[in-house]
């Protein structure tokens, strides 16, 4: 089930963008659910990182959609965003808070479902799947894919990943059972480490590209165990 918020003042236009999207998931033959607000505010106070494309009006009463999708990066850095503008050099700054792509007013049919398409590729080629932390910040989406490793510290997991540092209160334990099936591994018991991101070996480190992480004896073996795996299982690294 494919998810989409739309985010338009304008009734007209969201008329259109719900007639277009339906049009595109009827010939695609996907499910999809797709959500309509009349404002930026409301939506961010709704906002459960439950969607997986945005697509936001730029021109809005209230709260203007490029500061709306600013506060949004502070929750889901992953959900891909469209903006929906009549002016294109406003959203061409869109890729500065990480927009998937932009349309211009009045949408086009044919226009709008090629960056549809763009949009569903992308997920179709991302084999990896999302984990929802619970934060100060509310609820925040990962994808799996972009986390470097997890480390307990305090009493709390801080998750590095690509797009920068994440805390949550919970225990190792957890995410030892939700990616036990992933390509994580434990390299001593204050870390999990993505092998994805293994860059180097020694006894007693492992260079998680540009970073170092304390090896553990204990663990050297199942962790070299593990790494032989995913590799031998056409496993790449991302260094």
């Known amino acids: 089930m494919f998810r989409i918020a739309i985010i338009e003042?304008?009734?007209?236009v969201a008329d259109t963008l719900k007639e277009y999207i339906n049009r595109f998931f009827l010939d695609a033959k996907r499910d999809y659910i797709a959500n309509r607000f009349d404002n930026?505010?409301?939506?961010?106070?709704?906002?459960?990182?439950?969607y997986d494309l945005v697509l936001m009006d730029i021109n809005l009463p209230g709260l203007d959609g490029m500061s709306a999708i600013q506060k949004l990066r502070e929750k889901d850095k992953e959900v891909k965003v469209i903006f929906v503008t009549s002016l294109a050099q406003y959203a061409i700054k869109g890729y500065e808070v990480n927009a998937f792509d932009f349309v211009i007013k009045p949408v086009n049919y044919y226009n709008f479902a090629l960056k549809l398409n763009r949009v569903i590729e992308h997920f179709v080629e991302d084999?990896?799947?999302?984990?929802?932390?619970?934060?100060?910040?509310?609820?925040?989406?990962?994808?799996?894919?972009?986390?470097?490793?997890i480390e307990v510290s305090d009493h709390k997991l801080i998750f590095h990943t690509t797009n920068g540092n994440y805390e949550e209160y919970a225990t190792l334990n957890k995410y030892l059972d939700l990616l036990k099936d992933e390509s994580f591994s434990l390299c001593n018991r204050c870390y999990?480490?993505?092998?994805?991101?293994?860059?180097?070996?020694?006894?007693?480190?492992?260079y998680v590209r540009d970073e170092q992480i304390q090896m553990s004896r204990r663990k050297y073996k199942d962790f070299m165990e593990d790494l032989n795996k995913y590799l031998g299982s056409g496993g790449n690294i991302n260094v």
């Open 40 to 50: 930026a505010i409301k939506f961010l106070d709704q906002y459960k990182c439950e």
């Open 192 to 206: 999990l480490v993505n092998l994805q991101y293994v860059k180097k070996i020694t006894k007693d480190t492992v």
């Open 127 to 149: 084999d990896g799947h999302d984990i929802i932390l619970k934060n100060k910040l509310g609820l925040v989406k990962l994808n799996i894919n972009t986390i470097k490793y």
């Open 9 to 12: 003042d304008e009734n007209s």
